[in-house]
Structure formats: structure tokens, C-alpha cells
């Protein structure tokens, strides 16, 4: 495989780096503040023809406790009528791309008929569902592609886009594919900012004037802020795009290495800024482009919680509608559970239910009140039950007269309870 060499970004006379182009001229097909929509979509089709993207669904997501007992973190149902991973997906059908590996693991019989519902809806898009070996499994994100080497080669593309499937956001790849080219970088990581109390979630990276990352830490304890922005970290998104030569020779590397978790952002990412070309790429607005996008890693039940009633309000960041950016998935009732428990919703005429979600399937029982409550599908809430602030699980019954968020010590006794005073109902 031949690897270019290095090159440096580029430098005006004085030897600094050149400033950013205007949006218009990195961006030309959408520079205003209209998306991509039908007038454009055989030009991002054509654009994104050559790329191979591999979805990382295997992870445990212990950190959602009874979330994830009996399913992958990817197939927790979000948003009402969506699974988390529909999120990527979309992105993925959305940008125009027309290959997605999905590479599962943990509980991956709770993803399969999804993923199989998804590939019989996608028109432009082939969703293939790679499962570990037999008898193996995955050692870490890195490792997850490298078992699949062989499918890469197989399918020869000039760049391998890895993405998660665990986080709510809407973003156009093939942006982030023009960045990556005019650049001539060999990997491009997607970033957004979050605040340095927050950086020990995360992977956190610095850049220099023009974008180049010049350092990658994997959750640290003391991270340094953005010049400037005193408070502010850039956080990896867990996106990165290889030009696909480059990215091969990087995974055979890191396979090599005894002491290496094989993970992106601990192990590859890190050990090759010294020689690489990485570029960091901002996530913005689909509609508004001159902004910074909205993205969040729902990995606890606290942020699982805010999540869902964020895009739900009345002012909720993403539009999950949005003609030209719309957050595509098979219905809910296709999946899992006989049709019989996932009958029609129905709330009773009495019932009280403020700053909720509920999806298909749910029954609200005479008398209820519910704030800030998430209920799953086929969640049954007998009548009389009183519950604030609360997640109750698919297929969960709370028997009649049931009070829950009222008395948080009392709730500790049968449910868990995050730090911020979610009550935490699963089966």
C-alpha cells in the first residue's frame, strides 16, 4: 500500500497557516442555509459513491444499567418512534451513501430484525449486519474493523467512514467527505465542543490555527481548553473518515501491539498524529450551517433522560421531520414483540401526563399523572399511578395506585436512581 507522505498544512509567505476559505467556497453545494435536498441528492449520491461506512453497534453500554440488559445500547428505542441507531443510519441514507456495515456484538439479536427492517426500506442504501466471528468477539473499536478487513478489500473504497451508533445528532457526511479531500488529509475526525467538566467522557483533541490535530487524548483527567475559549474542550464525535490504504496499514500496526486495547481513541488515533495528516471537521446545523450542531452521547440514564425530553419540547433542537434531513426507521412494531403487545396507544380521558414521551404501545390508565417520564413501547401505567421523573421500560406494568419520583429514598429501595434523581424502571 503506498501511503503519501506528510505534507504540512498549508503556509503563506510568512509561514502561517492560511486561514479558513469562506463556507461558500469549502461548501459550494449548500453555502446558503438550505440543505441538501431532491435537487442535490444524485450529486451527494455520486460524491459518497466510493466510500464504505462501517457502523460500530457492539458495545455494551453498561452505563445504561436496565437499558441494556436485554438489548444493544444501538436498539434503545429514543425520540418516540426511533432507536438510537436510526440517528447514524439516516445520516448515512441521507448523505447519499449507498454501502453501510453495521458491526454487532453484544445482545446483537436485539439489533438484527431492525437492522433487517432497514435494509428492506433503504432504496439507495444496502445495510449488511456484521456480526463477530464465531467463537470470537470484538477486543475494541479498532479491532471491530480490523476483523473486516477482508470486506474492505473486497470492496476496494477510497475511503472507510467509521461511525458509532450510541449518539442522537444529524449531520451531513458528505461535508465532512469535501473537507477531508480539499485537505488532502489522511483522517479526519469529527468534533464538537463541549465544556471541560464534561472532557472526561470524552476523546479529546487540540487542533492549531488551521484545523490540523496536533494531540488526542482519550478522557482526561486535565485537558486544555481551546485558545481563547477558557472552558471549552473540542471533544471527538467518535467519527473518523481514512482514506482506506491509510487506515489498513494503521489497524495491521495496531494488531501487532501487546499492550494496545485496540480502540480508535486510546491506541490508533493518538499513535498516529506524529506521521498523519488528521484534520478536525466541526459538526454544524444541517440548516444552519454557520452553527455549531447539536449532538449528545445519551451513554447514562441521566443524559438518556434530558435527551428524550430535548427533542420532544416545543423548542427541541433537531428536527426529526425535516423533509430534507428527515431521521428515518422502521417502525417500532416491526420488531422484537408480537404485534398483539404493541397494540394502538391509548391514554385515559382523566389522565394527566405533562413533559413526556410515550411511544407505540403505551397505556395510561384512569387518573395518572406522569412529569418527565419516557415510557417505553408497551409500557402499561394501571390506574392512579403517580410518577415524576422516570423511565419505565418496554413491556413494564406499574400496578395500580404505584407512586414513583415522589420519595427518592423510597425509590432507591426498589429501582435504581441516577445522580440527578431519574428513577430507572426495567423489567
Known amino acids: 500500500m503506498n501511503i503519501p507522505a506528510r505534507t ?34 444524485e450529486s451527494r449520491r455520486d460524491l459518497m459513491s466510493n466510500i464504505f461506512a462501517m457502523v460500530l453497534a457492539g458495545g ?63 432504496r439507495n442504501a444496502e445495510v449488511m449486519t456484521l456480526p463477530a466471528g464465531a467463537g470470537q468477539e470484538y477486543a475494541g473499536t479498532a479491532d471491530a474493523v480490523h476483523q473486516n478487513r477482508n470486506l474492505i478489500l473486497q470492496l476496494s473504497p477510497a475511503q472507510v467512514l467509521v461511525l458509532a451508533a450510541d449518539h442522537v445528532y444529524q449531520m451531513d457526511y458528505a461535508q465532512m467527505l469535501q473537507e477531508h479531500r480539499q485537505r488532502s488529509a489522511q483522517v479526519t475526525v469529527g468534533c464538537v465542543e463541549v465544556p471541560v467538566s464534561a472532557a472526561r467522557n470524552f476523546g479529546v483533541m487540540e487542533v492549531d490555527e488551521a484545523g490540523w490535530i496536533t494531540a488526542f487524548a482519550e478522557k482526561p483527567e486535565s485537558p486544555r481548553a481551546i485558545p481563547g475559549r477558557p472552558g471549552v474542550v473540542l471533544a471527538s464525535m467518535g467519527i473518523y ?15 501487532t501491539r501487546p499492550h494496545s486495547v485496540h480502540d480508535f481513541g486510546r491506541n490508533v488515533i493518538p ?64 420488531t422484537e414483540q408480537p404485534r398483539d403487545r404493541r397494540a394502538d396507544s391509548s391514554i385515559a380521558n382523566d389522565a394527566d401526563v405533562r413533559r413526556s414521551v410515550l411511544f407505540p404501545g403505551v397505556h395510561i390508565g384512569a387518573g ?18 403517580r410518577v415524576r421523573n422516570a423511565i419505565i421500560d418496554e413491556g413494564c406494568r406499574l400496578p395500580p395506585g404505584t407512586v414513583i419520583g415522589m420519595d427518592l429514598d423510597a425509590d432507591r429501595r426498589r429501582y435504581p436512581v441516577t445522580p440527578n434523581g431519574v428513577v430507572l424502571v426495567a423489567q
Open 241 to 255: 473518515l481514512f482514506e482506506t490504504g491509510f487506515l489498513l496499514k494503521l489497524l495491521a500496526e495496531d494488531a
Open 8 to 41: 504540512n498544512p498549508p503556509q503563506n509567505e510568512a509561514g502561517r497557516p492560511r486561514p479558513e476559505p469562506p463556507y461558500s467556497e469549502r461548501y459550494p453545494w449548500w453555502a446558503d442555509s438550505t440543505p441538501a435536498g431532491a435537487h442535490n441528492r
Open 271 to 334: 499513535g498516529a498524529l506524529a506521521d498523519a495528516r488528521a484534520y478536525a471537521h466541526r459538526l454544524r446545523y444541517i440548516r444552519r450551517p454557520w452553527i455549531d450542531g447539536y449532538w449528545r452521547d445519551v451513554g447514562t440514564v441521566d443524559a438518556y433522560w434530558e435527551t428524550s425530553l430535548e427533542l420532544s419540547g416545543t423548542s427541541a433542537p433537531l428536527d426529526l421531520d425535516d423533509p430534507a434531513w428527515p431521521i428515518h426507521g422502521p417502525p417500532l412494531d416491526a
Open 60 to 122: 455494551r453500554g453498561t452505563r445504561l444499567e436496565g437499558l441494556t440488559a436485554r438489548r444493544a445500547k444501538p436498539a434503545v428505542p429514543i425520540g418516540g418512534r426511533h432507536r438510537i441507531i436510526d440517528f447514524t443510519l439516516s445520516n448515512c441514507v441521507n448523505s447519499g451513501l449507498a454501502r453501510i456495515g453495521v458491526l454487532t456484538q453484544y445482545m446483537a439479536q436485539s439489533l438484527t430484525p431492525h437492522l433487517s427492517a432497514w435494509n428492506r426500506m433503504s
Open 368 to 385: 395518572v399523572w406522569l412529569d418527565g417520564c419516557i415510557a417505553l413501547p408497551g409500557a402499561r401505567i394501571a390506574a392512579g399511578c
